[in-house]
């Protein structure tokens, strides 16, 4: 973790922000403005380019955005004052009565006349608080600048309201720049209040249909991407496999890394800085990119709150030289609840793994209390073992979906029970642990929560099965389901003889998707968590190889399943404080946190031991919940371990969009998206086979033997430097520019001894 970080940019997920910038922007509204920074001045000697760069400003960040900075809500009760926004806005219950408290302060200082002239003007400008653009109106939207004291108001409505109420405007606004302008002319006044960019103007705004039409759904491009933002939440991660919770109230989350090391982030971000379990020594991973091995899994008891039990998957050679994978049991310390006892290790179930692939590696309890354990075929390609395959031969415990009992010991002596429902008990050629089979290396797996109100959907596994040349697909996982594998991949044959003699009762994936979207699917989670509430029911998934981030919904009626790409980033809707708009390319897993919020987990370099691995946050940025509704209080842990507090790296979308812009140099032949460690250049290539899909390199014209080494390995991937060339190159470099200089004079002389 304390090892050297190299930084990764990636032009496939960031964008370029347009000019001009928000702090070439905000030096000019500085000028223009009073000591409390409201609205637009024309003391500004150069109005015309002034209102031009504000109106590229608005045109960028013209969102919906509350004053604090978040994204709008549905108020959870009736607003009896600013009715206009009880549907969809920046208010609640408590807002809308501070402002109709406001409102009536105002009123008793009116005369019935007044009242009856400026009472609807006063209202609506009071009520702009809540507003779904209520950061645009007040201009908000940076925090780097002042808000305004009072909304943008188109010209011809400021105009009326200046005409009939000029005398009431002191009850609004204590700001001695906007009372002397109000009592100059109408002009100054309106000038000073106007917004450029007339559609989000009041009272446009509210009539604008584009800006109205889907308001606070999730927004979507015109390709239909979802337009999603991110949060980065930890880094320096070797390969993060996983990341889980305790269902203990404490909202902590467990990461593990690939190599052995589980580490614990508490819910102030900051993370404990001695492990809950180091077990490096026992697990078999390698710096080889892209190798399967090592720790794989890992699952809390449903009843760890009082148990202390936790179940873990990993890869490991025993003393023979055998590649296993080991399932077992631990437990905390009871003298500390962030440690675990690796001496309390009780072994479960072990499996000889024939190939160094296909390792499989979830571990999930079902809502029926039993621990789920996926596997994967075997490796090589093709399930070339036995007549049918590992997947296909239910003797086998390679290529299944197996489910035990581990509050008990079975009669034959297993460290664990059969449960009595489980699809194969009576079969004497099968393996009572076997629940549902034929799959070839389910990479990540997860139960759906079910709808937070109806709850439909609960107890539902899905996962991501990674095909072997032409398909991925999902699964929901069926009790007694054959998923196909080998005769099957995605919905085609694989296997034409296996696949014509196979059963029609196969279970075939909801959705499947070929080479042209991606080549290794990463399983994902159905969001039910409470603050993104326009995500309910959404399967959220991603492809490894490409960083592609996808989604899919099902239709209530038909059941049928519809796929949506996933956008990172936008400038436009990603504009709030502390949302990024990129993220490393290898998607390696997905997460959810105790309160169901959900979470995904990739690297630039996919090497075990290469600390490059992120962890990140779903956002949307069109709606969230009210505020206050998903609140929680962690149950706090006595921590003996120093905390570390978490520090971003990556570049927020305010921060990209203040950066000064400046021209990029042009690309070289034989640079690198990205360069890699000296060490990686030993690497060997991993062991043949696919979860993860082998990285080929793209042919680049005038690269060195060295670089053509690099992008066998890491093909588009970011990673740290390539080695410094000789100091003999360098000098020869340095020497250059005096060489051209020398040429260039001995030119000028020829010429002059010509003429």
């Not at 009041?202 to 491009?221: H, I, M, Q, Y």
């Not at 050629?429 to 549902?436: I, L, R």
């Amino acid at each position: 973790m304390n090892e050297p970080y190299h930084e990764v940019v990636q032009d496939v997920y960031t964008f370029d922000p347009k000019k001009p910038t928000l702090k070439e922007a905000n030096a000019w509204l500085c000028t223009g403005r009073s000591s409390s920074s409201f609205g637009v001045s024309f003391s500004c000697p150069h109005v015309f380019i002034c209102l031009s760069l504000l109106c590229l400003i608005g045109s960028l960040l013209g969102h919906p955005q509350c004053l604090d900075y978040g994204p709008p809500f549905q108020p959870p009760f009736y607003l009896e004052f600013c009715s206009a926004y009880e549907n969809f806005g920046c208010c609640d219950q408590e807002r809308d009565n501070s402002i109709a408290a406001k409102y009536w302060d105002i009123m008793d200082y009116l005369d019935p006349r007044g009242r009856e002239l400026c009472g609807m003007y006063i209202k609506d400008i009071l009520c702009q608080e809540c507003s779904p653009y209520a950061a645009h109106l007040y201009d908000a939207e940076n925090p780097q600048t002042p808000l305004r004291n009072l909304p943008g108001l188109c010209f011809d409505y400021c105009s009326e309201f200046h005409f009939n109420c000029h005398s009431a405007i002191s009850l609004l606004t204590s700001d001695k720049h906007i009372q002397e302008c109000c009592k100059t002319n109408k002009t100054c006044f309106c000038n000073l209040l106007h917004l450029h960019d007339e559609d989000y103007c009041f009272p446009n705004v509210l009539k604008n249909t584009a800006l109205n039409r889907n308001l606070g759904s999730v927004v979507e491009d015109r390709k239909g991407c979802l337009q999603l933002c991110l949060i980065e939440v930890a880094n320096g991660l070797r390969n993060p496999v996983l990341m889980v919770h305790a269902n203990d109230h404490t909202h902590r989350m467990f990461v593990a890394e690939q190599v052995g090391v589980i580490w614990v982030y508490l819910p102030d971000g900051s993370r404990l800085e001695e492990p809950f379990l180091d077990i490096k020594s026992i697990v078999l991973a390698t710096p080889w990119i892209g190798d399967e091995r090592g720790f794989l899994g890992m699952a809390f008891h449903p009843k760890y709150k009082y148990n202390g039990k936790f179940y873990i998957y990993y890869s490991y050679m025993d003393k023979n030289r055998v590649e296993k994978i080991r399932i077992s049991e631990l437990k905390v310390l009871a003298s500390d609840a962030n440690k675990a006892d690796p001496r309390s290790e009780r072994n479960l179930l072990e499996l000889e793994e024939p190939a160094a692939n296909h390792n499989g590696g979830q571990l999930l309890f079902g809502v029926d209390g039993y621990m789920y354990l996926f596997t994967g075929d075997g490796g090589k390609a093709g399930d070339p073992f036995g007549k049918f395959g590992n997947a296909q031969n239910k003797s086998i415990l390679l290529g299944k979906v197996l489910r035990i009992d581990v509050d008990g010991k079975s009669r034959d002596g297993k460290p664990y029970r059969i449960p009595p429902d489980n699809p194969f008990v009576s079969d004497p050629k099968a393996c009572p642990e076997v629940y549902a089979y034929g799959v070839r290396n389910m990479w990540r797996c997860a139960v759906d929560r079910g709808d937070p109100v109806t709850k439909r959907g609960r107890g539902r596994i899905f996962c991501g099965d990674v095909g072997q040349n032409r398909f991925e697909e999902i699964d929901i996982i069926v009790k007694g389901g054959n998923y196909g594998w080998r005769a099957k991949e995605g919905f085609e044959c694989y296997d034409t003889k296996l696949c014509h003699n196979s059963s029609l009762d196969d279970i075939l994936p909801i959705f499947a998707y070929g080479r042209n979207v991606g080549k290794s699917v990463t399983g994902g989670y159905v969001y039910r968590g409470c603050e993104s509430p326009n995500l309910n029911g959404l399967y959220i998934f991603g492809d490894f190889m490409n960083g592609r981030l996808m989604a899919l919904q099902e239709d209530d009626k038909t059941s049928k399943w519809k796929k949506q790409d996933i956008c990172i980033g936008s400038t436009r809707a990603c504009a709030f404080p502390g949302m990024i708009s990129s993220y490393s390319k290898f998607i390696i897993s997905f997460a959810e946190d105790e309160g169901g919020e959900l979470y995904f987990m990739s690297t630039a370099y996919s090497s075990a031991y290469a600390p490059h691995g992120s962890l990140y946050k779903f956002i949307d940025p069109a709606r969230r919940a009210p505020p206050g509704k998903c609140k929680y209080k962690p149950v706090p842990v006595k921590t003996k371990s120093k905390r570390i507090s978490f520090v971003p790296r990556a570049k927020t979308v305010l921060e990209l969009l203040n950066e000064p812009s400046t021209p990029k140099p042009p690309k070289k032949p034989s640079t690198l998206t990205a360069a890699i460690p000296t060490k990686a250049l030993t690497v060997k290539p991993a062991p043949s086979g696919k979860k993860r899909q082998k990285i080929k390199p793209e042919p680049k014209p005038h690269k060195s033997k060295q670089e053509e080494k690099v992008a066998r390995i890491s093909r588009t991937t970011q990673a740290p430097p390539l080695p410094k060339k000789s100091s003999r190159l360098t000098r020869t470099k340095k020497l250059l520019p005096k060489k051209a200089a020398l040429a260039k004079e001995k030119m000028k002389r020829r010429r002059k001894e010509s003429r």
